[in-house]
Nanobody
Framework: QVQLVESGGGLVQPGGSLRLSCKAS????????MGWYRQAPGKQREMVATSGGSTIYADSVKGRFTISRDNAKNTVYLQMNSLKLEDTAVYYC???????????WGKGTLVTVSS
């Protein structure tokens, strides 16, 4: 059974930092592109960052967010610095193995940026 469990969300002031974690189980972690997506109220889910053969960031988070992964711990992280009000969203962890058309999602963790 595949599980992606996010943690680290919470309430933070503008300009602050948070670090999200996603622990994966039930998959061969190294074989997957891991990513973070987010969905703000009333908006569509959007890609934030992905980590596979290359690392990709949304333009809106470049220079502020850093995705990293620890393959030994089956965990992917998202370090978020200089947070803005518009970063408020539910953040979802994603695992994709395109060659086998496998795509898994976590349940999400809420990040609220507010003064």
């Amino acid at each position: 059974q595949v599980q992606l469990v996010e943690s680290g969300g919470g309430l933070v002031q503008p300009g602050g930092s948070l670090r999200l974690s996603c622990k994966a189980s039930g998959i061969i972690f190294n074989n997957y592109v891991m990513g973070w997506y987010r969905q703000a109220p009333g908006k569509q889910r959007e890609m934030v960052a992905t980590s596979g053969g290359s690392t990709i960031y949304a333009d809106s988070v470049k220079g502020r967010f850093t995705i990293s992964r620890d393959n030994a711990k089956n965990t992917v992280y998202l370090q978020m610095n200089s947070l803005k009000l518009e970063d408020t969203a539910v953040y979802y962890c994603n695992a994709v193995r395109s060659s086998l058309r496998l795509n898994y999602w976590g349940k999400g963790t809420l990040v609220t940026v507010s003064s």
